[in-house]
Structures are given as structure tokens and as C-alpha cells.
């Protein structure tokens, strides 16, 4: 699988992928485990909830007529069949979480062992020059073929036809491939392991938007540009198309090639662009915790921010158009009727869900942007600043600052370029921003809870802060799923989104909102508290 | 105040788990003195810092910084001290000379026209980013960060490790300055040259408690001078005597190691014995510091 056996350099690969074994004993089982379950799970709650075929077709025709639902899922292949409704519900979701786990484990197995310099360690003994990155992409690929099959023995085990099953384990192995490749490609061009997992994370928010757009417009070609996209069109229990499997494994190992290619032409611990010379003295403003937070983190917020932007512009140019598409539709039109909707309220549904999707995905930023505090710890650069006057009450505040900031410019990026686009084409530029930056606004309080979370954690378990990235996985999985699975109000409430107001459609009600900051705060707290009290600890 | 040491840490253990990093260490640092602190890989050096700088917590005993609690103090202490750290990590995308003054404002100010001088004598390029610095050129960022501010107390973990013998020169003459000056140097190190160049006060710790401890002289009074002696006959029972160790002959020359409470003894007995040549040496502090570790094995 990985298209570079048979060249020199392939010495210790097999040691490497032991010793990857080891190190991810528990992560790998994890990923695989959570992949295969959110679709075995998907599966019987569709064939308990739907179990008419009536049933289920009415509800194909619904999807049908959601492009919002589309953006998010796909579209439905088959509706009559449990196969085809849990392949529309549940092969993004599978595929983005194959993907990632792909780009995190090729990225911590190469570029951040080159980084911390163990590669060079393991490079001086009796290893091949390709033997790190052929052992991080081998170790993934087996990964994704393990998901793969566990996804066909749940679903077949489900009672689903076997041939379905086994294209649906195939789609979402196949794009864990592909991101393998993208990783393994961006950890030859950047020296960094955060940039390497920014860069291939980015290829995975493109691919995710090019689907969406694709699927919510009904233009098929936009959606072929993604392997997400591909994904879907496997089409499992709809006809499978074998050939896009083939697609998908083909395209990984041209990637893989290209990471061997380009590996060959960088030496260890160095990107592809040569490093740049920087100042000889600092700039003035940088003088502080908060500068240095700043001066640390703003090429990624900056990253984010165009993220937002391309993918507000994109949403906020598209919503008109499907009020285009009920226009042309009287059918469907008569549909919406029905649900109790007309174009507007079509259009508000597509735009509400791309905030609550954005409202995810900078929740994902607040996270992250958090947690730098820890790495910041764990690489052991936190210890000449605390070892300077600067407090670690003051120290913690600087980056948590950068993150509850930084969600805020980044929604409202969001909010703004989106609710201009949609403006200009409906003729009101001005309130339709004025709109929509309120509506991504409201998702604020969420997004700064997981800051919190994450602070707790870096307090309380600085070395499980981790389990911040499962929260945030869990809230996704709850707004997903949760609704599909009847699952509990108790249980969906827990989730900090499930408490933020669909601000285009119904009126802001603050309660729920002052309640997430007042959560937000107290955790925040707590977790530079427990910093205050603890020890230093490296990785 | 002024008279209080500098340092002063007795009984100090800390745990990291099951293990004891620090098992009851004792360490007087006067101000203005430069003391050596030693200690072989493990021995709780650095977790010694670390408490110092109040990033680690003691389980028990006392250590007092300044005249101050390193962990409630920690920031008003630290306007008055400098730290170098054994394993320097820098900001990849910052440069060195970013670094630098950025950790010299965070300390309170520094001076600018120090800075320029030590870039001079360090032979770094401040233009480069982090990431681009080898080991040795990471450790100057860190030494001249701490030596451009002007503060009372110098900490330095190994601060010469990775850098030339061109720079460990360097590094000398600007301690030296430093002592000069009256600054307080606690000095972390494996270059026992190094150690006996700069610092009159030593502290030898294994295991995590101090096993020796005083003036460099005195320490070597205590131990063993080594002599070197050419004689017309060897006198029998040399070998026997008490206090003399590691007696090895060769022709007319004769060498072994002597107990300082037994040199006058030996000495008698030799120049009774028609001395021809003769080179007494006292202690190295290698031959110190081997011996201390030694006792372990």
C-alpha cells in the first residue's frame, strides 16, 4: 500500500511500525472503535425508527428537498432500503473522522518526531531513510483497513447485504487513505507538526466544502472534486460503483508517491521552503504573556479566518439559490408547505445549518487554541517565561485570550462574509450582514465553553488533555445523532451547542446563553486555579 | 536581608511518584559568592532549580530564595533573577534576538547595550529563527537572555553544555565580570574545570541529598593529595602505612594517594629515605567527585 517499497532506504520500517503499535496502542483501538460504532449504531437506529419501506422513501423525499440537510450529509442514493439511508446518514461523518485520524497519526509519527528530534535518534540507527514515513503511512493504512472491515461485519452483522457493507467499509477506509496521503505529502512541506496538521486539515475542510456545495446546489461536479464526495458515490447498498473505491486507492497511493519524491529532496528535520531569516530585535508591542500568545498564534487565526471567510462566502452565496431551486419546483414547494416552510424559510434552515456547523468548528479553534497552553508546557518553552515575572494566572490568560478572542473574530468572519454574500444577491447587503453576524454570534457562549473544557483539563490532567478533542467529538456526534437515536433531551443538553438559539428563525432568548458564559467562566477558573497549585510537567 | 543567604534550602524532598528526586538536600548559597553545584546525571539538579523558580512544589523541608518563598514569591522574585535551563527549547518561528529581548521585558527590562555587547563576544547571529539554531547557539540564546538583564542571582542549569571551548572561555570571563560585580552565580555543571575556575563554594549531591559541601580548600584538605616521588631506597612498609592508597611502584619512582590527616607522617618516612624528586598534588575536583560517586558502586 505504500508505493515505495522496492526502493532503497526501507531498513527498520518493520521496528518503526512496532514501536508506532506501541506508542498508539490505545488511540488507534479508540478511532477505529468510535468510526465503526457511529455507523453500526446509525444503522439499527434507522432500521428501528424506519423499519416501512413507506416510511423510510418518505423520508428520502424530505432529505430531498433539504438542501441544508445535503450540505451536511449528502445525498440519498436509495431511500427505499436501512443500507441506503444509513450510507447517506453516516458516510461524511465516518469519512471526515477517517481522515482525521489519518492526518493525526501520519503527522505524530513523522513530522513531530523530526521535530523534537527523536527522528534523528531513530535515523542514526539501522534505519532506512524512508523507513519513518513508510512506518507512519503503513501503520495508517492498516488502521483504515481495520475500520474497513469492522465496518462490513457490523453492518453485515446488522443483517445488511453483504456487498453494500463492504463498499460502505471500502468508502470510508478509502478516504482515511487519501488523508493519509495528503499527511504524509504536508509533512514534507512544513517543519512544523501543528502547520503539517493545519495544512492537511485544511485540504479536509476544502474537500468538505466542495462536497456540501456540490450536494446542497445539486452541481455533481463540484462534488466529484472531493474524495468526500467520492465517498458518498461508492454509492454502498445503492448499486455500488467499485471503481470509485478504486479511485480512492489509486489517488492515495499518488500521493504517497509524491510524499516519497519529495521527501527525497529535503533533508531530515528540514520543510521544502528554506527558512527565513527573522528580525534581530523584537518589535516593541512584543513585551508581554498576551504579545507572545499573539505573536505565537495569529498566522493561525489568520489560517482560520480565510477558512470562515471562503466558507461564509460560498454558504451565503448559495442560500439564494435554492430558493431559486423551490421557485422552479412547485412539487417541492408544495413539500415545504407541508413542513411548514416556504423559499425564506428553506433559506434560513440552509444558513442556520452552516452556522451550527461553524459554531462546531470554532469550538474546534477555541480547543485548540487553548491547548497551546499545554504544548507550550509539555516542549518545556513555558519554563523561561514562568521563570520570569510574569504570573501563571497572567501566563494562562494570554493564550486563553487569543482563544475566546480569536473564536469571536473568526464567527463573526463567518457571519459577516456570509450574510454579505447572501445579501448581495437578494439586494440587501447591509442587513443581511447585520443578520447573520448576530446569528453567528449566539454561537459564541458554546464555542468558549470548550476553551473551558480544555482549560479544566490542562489544570486538572494536563497530560489527558486530549479528552477535550473527545468532548468536542462527543458534541458533534450528539447534534449529529441525536435527533436520528431519540436520544434523551437530558443527554442531548449536554452538549454546550444544543443550548444555542436558531437566531434566524426564532427569537434570542439570553437565558441559555448567560448560563453557557456563567459555565464558561467557572471552568475557566477552576482550571488556572488548579494550574496555580500543580507542578510543571513535561510531555 | 543583606546578610541572609542567597539561597538557603535544608531538608527539601520532593517525589515525582514513586520516585525520590529530592531526599532531604541541604544547599547554602551566600550572596555574592559563586557556587558549584554537582551532581551526577539524575541526582536532582535541575528539580533543585525548578523548585527554586517555583515551577515545582516541595513535598517538605524549606527553601528560601532571596529572602523570599519561591512558590508565593515566585514573580517578585524573579525580577531578581536570571535562569538558564539546562535543555533550552525556543520558539521556532521567533528569532534569537526576538527571544532574547522578549524574555529580558518579561524579567523586567533589559540592556540594550549589554545585549550588543554579549552577541559580540557569543558570536550569535540574533536574525535567526529558532528552529534554525543548533544546541550550542540555542544555549547562547538563553545565556545572553539571562546575562543582558541586571539581576542579583544567576541560575544556571549545565549552561555550557553544547557550546565550543572558544565560548566555555567566553563564558568564564563574563562569569567572572558577573562575580565582579557582586552578582550571586549558582552554577549546575558537569565541567568541573570549569566549576573550579569560577566558584569558591561547592555542593556535591547524589541521590538527592547533599553529600558534601563547603569551600573548594577544604574539600581537598579533606581528601586525598597524590605524590609523585623519586627515592635512592624504598622504605618497606610504605604500602602499610596508614592513609596511604592505590601505592604503585615502578623502578626507583613511587606514587600514591594520601589522607590529608596523614600526610605529615608519610612525609617524615620519605625524606628519610633520600629524595630525588618529588610532585605533590592535591585533589582534582574530578578525583572529588569520582570518589563521591564511587561510593555508590
Redesign the interface.
Known amino acids: 500500500m505504500t508505493g515505495m517499497t522496492g526502493m532503497t532506504g526501507m531498513t527498520g520500517t518493520l521496528m518503526l511500525v512496532r514501536l508506532a503499535l506501541r506508542r498508539d496502542r490505545v488511540l488507534l483501538p479508540v478511532w477505529i472503535i468510535v468510526i465503526a460504532g457511529v455507523i453500526t449504531v446509525s444503522a439499527s437506529a434507522i432500521a428501528e425508527l424506519y423499519p416501512q419501506a413507506g416510511q423510510r422513501i418518505a423520508l428520502g423525499v424530505t432529505i430531498g428537498a433539504t438542501p441544508a440537510l445535503q450540505a451536511l450529509t449528502g445525498p440519498v442514493f436509495d431511500a427505499g432500503s436501512v443500507g441506503g439511508l444509513t450510507a447517506w446518514r453516516a458516510t461524511t461523518m465516518a469519512a471526515v473522522l477517517a481522515a482525521l485520524m489519518s492526518i493525526l497519526v501520519v503527522t505524530r509519527h513523522t513530522r513531530a518526531e523530526e521535530e523534537s528530534g527523536r527522528a534523528e535518534l531513530v535515523g542514526a540507527g539501522v534505519v532506512g531513510r524512508q523507513a519513518i514515513p513508510a512506518a507512519a503511512v503503513l501503520v495508517t493504512a492498516a488502521a483504515n483497513l481495520l475500520t474497513a472491515v469492522l465496518i462490513t461485519a457490523g453492518l453485515t452483522g446488522q443483517g445488511l447485504p453483504a456487498a453494500g457493507a463492504l463498499a460502505f467499509g471500502a468508502a470510508v477506509g478509502g478516504v482515511g487513505w487519501v488523508f493519509t496521503g495528503v499527511a504524509i505529502v504536508a509533512a514534507q512541506l512544513t517543519t512544523q507538526a501543528r502547520t503539517a496538521n493545519a495544512l492537511a486539515c485544511a485540504v479536509l475542510g476544502v474537500a468538505f466544502l466542495l462536497r456540501a456545495l456540490g450536494d446542497a446546489a445539486k452541481v455533481e461536479a463540484l462534488a466529484w472534486l472531493s474524495p468526500l464526495g467520492w465517498a458518498q458515490r461508492v454509492r454502498a447498498f445503492a448499486g455500488e460503483r467499485w471503481w470509485v473505491v478504486a479511485l480512492l486507492a489509486v489517488s492515495a497511493l499518488v500521493l504517497v508517491a509524491a510524499a516519497a519524491l519529495l521527501a527525497r529532496r529535503r533533508d531530515l528535520g528540514a520543510g521544502l521552503l528554506p527558512a527565513r531569516p527573522g528580525l534581530p530585535d523584537a518589535a516593541a508591542y512584543l513585551a508581554g504573556p498576551l504579545a507572545l500568545a499573539w505573536r505565537l498564534q495569529r498566522g493561525g487565526l489568520l489560517g482560520w479566518a480565510i477558512g470562515f471567510a471562503v466558507a461564509g462566502v460560498l454558504f451565503g452565496a448559495l442560500a439564494h439559490s435554492l430558493g431559486d431551486i423551490v421557485g422552479d419546483n412547485p412539487q417541492l414547494a408544495a413539500l415545504l408547505a407541508q413542513i411548514g416552510g416556504g423559499a425564506d424559510e428553506l433559506t434560513d434552515a440552509f444558513l442556520t445549518a452552516e452556522l451550527s456547523l461553524l459554531g462546531l468548528l470554532a469550538g474546534a479553534y477555541a480547543l485548540q487554541a487553548t491547548l497551546r497552553l499545554r504544548g507550550e508546557e509539555a516542549e518545556l518553552r513555558a519554563e523561561p517565561v514562568l521563570a520570569t515575572a510574569v504570573s501563571r494566572r497572567r501566563w494562562s490568560l494570554s493564550h486563553l485570550s487569543v482563544a475566546l478572542g480569536g473564536s469571536v473574530v473568526i464567527l463573526s468572519v463567518g457571519g459577516l462574509t456570509a450574510g454579505l454574500a447572501h445579501g448581495l444577491r437578494i439586494g440587501e447587503p447591509a442587513g443581511q450582514a447585520a443578520r447573520m453576524l448576530g446569528a453567528a454570534l449566539v454561537q459564541v457562549p458554546a464555542t468558549w465553553t470548550l476553551a473551558g473544557i480544555a482549560m479544566l483539563l490542562f489544570g486538572l490532567l494536563p497530560r489527558l488533555t486530549a479528552l477535550a478533542w473527545a468532548a468536542l467529538l462527543a458534541f458533534a456526534l450528539l447534534a449529529q445523532l441525536g435527533e436520528l437515536l431519540q436520544l434523551d433531551e437530558r443527554i442531548t443538553n449536554l452538549s454546550p451547542f444544543a443550548h444555542v438559539p436558531q437566531a434566524l428563525t426564532q427569537p434570542v432568548d439570553a437565558g441559555p446563553l448567560l448560563g453557557l458564559v456563567l459555565v464558561t467562566a467557572a471552568l475557566l477558573l477552576a482550571g488556572i486555579a488548579a494550574f496555580q497549585r500543580r507542578d510543571l510537567q513535561e510531555s | 536581608m543583606a546578610n541572609s543567604p542567597a539561597i538557603l534550602i535544608s531538608g527539601l524532598t520532593k517525589r515525582f511518584g514513586t520516585v525520590r528526586a529530592l531526599d532531604g538536600l541541604d544547599l547554602v548559597v551566600e550572596a555574592g559568592e559563586a557556587h558549584g553545584f554537582l551532581g551526577p546525571n539524575g541526582s536532582g539538579k535541575t528539580t533543585t532549580l525548578?523548585i527554586l523558580?517555583?515551577?515545582?512544589?516541595t513535598d517538605s523541608g524549606h527553601a528560601e530564595l532571596l529572602g523570599g518563598h519561591p512558590w508565593r514569591d515566585?514573580?517578585?522574585l524573579?525580577?531578581r533573577l536570571a535562569?538558564v535551563?539546562g535543555?533550552?527549547?525556543?520558539?521556532?518561528?521567533?528569532?534569537?534576538?526576538?527571544?532574547?529581548?522578549?524574555?529580558g521585558?518579561?524579567?523586567?527590562g533589559l540592556d540594550r547595550r549589554r545585549k550588543t555587547t554579549l552577541l559580540e563576544r557569543f558570536a550569535l547571529d540574533?536574525?535567526?529563527?529558532g528552529?534554525?539554531y543548533s544546541k550550542g547557539n540555542r544555549q547562547k540564546v538563553?545565556l545572553i537572555?539571562a546575562l543582558a538583564s541586571n539581576v542579583e542571582l544567576l541560575l544556571l542549569d549545565e549552561p555550557t553544555s553544547g557550546l565550543d571551548p572558544l565560548m566555555e572561555a567566553a563564558f568564564r570571563e563574563v562569569i567572572g565580570e558577573e562575580l565582579a560585580r557582586g552578582r550571586t552565580v549558582l552554577l549546575s555543571s558537569h565541567s568541573l574545570s570549569e566549576v573550579e575556575a569560577l566558584c569558591d563554594q561547592v555542593t556535591i549531591i547524589r541521590d538527592g541529598r547533599t553529600v558534601e559541601t563547603g569551600t573548594l580548600a577544604a574539600l581537598r584538605h579533606l581528601t586525598r593529595t597524590t605524590i609523585d616521588v623519586e627515592l635512592d631506597d624504598i622504605p618497606g612498609g610504605l604500602a602499610d602505612l596508614a592513609g596511604v592508597h592505590g601505592l604503585t611502584v615502578a623502578g626507583s619512582r613511587v606514587r600514591f594517594q594520601v589522607d590529608g590527616e596523614h600526610l605529615q607522617t608519610v612525609l617524615r618516612l620519605l625524606t628519610g629515605s633520600g629524595v630525588r624528586a618529588l610532585t605533590c598534588r592535591p585533589a582534582t575536583l574530578e578525583e572529588l567527585f569520582l570518589r563521591h560517586y564511587r561510593i555508590t558502586s
Not at chain 2, 540574533?126 to 529563527?129: E, G, Q, T
Open positions: 525548578r523558580l517555583g515551577l515545582l512544589r515566585a514573580v517578585e524573579h525580577r535562569y535551563p535543555d533550552v527549547v525556543l520558539w521556532p518561528t521567533l528569532s534569537g534576538g526576538e527571544a532574547i529581548d522578549l524574555l521585558r518579561l524579567r523586567g540574533p536574525a535567526r529563527k528552529r534554525a538563553a537572555a
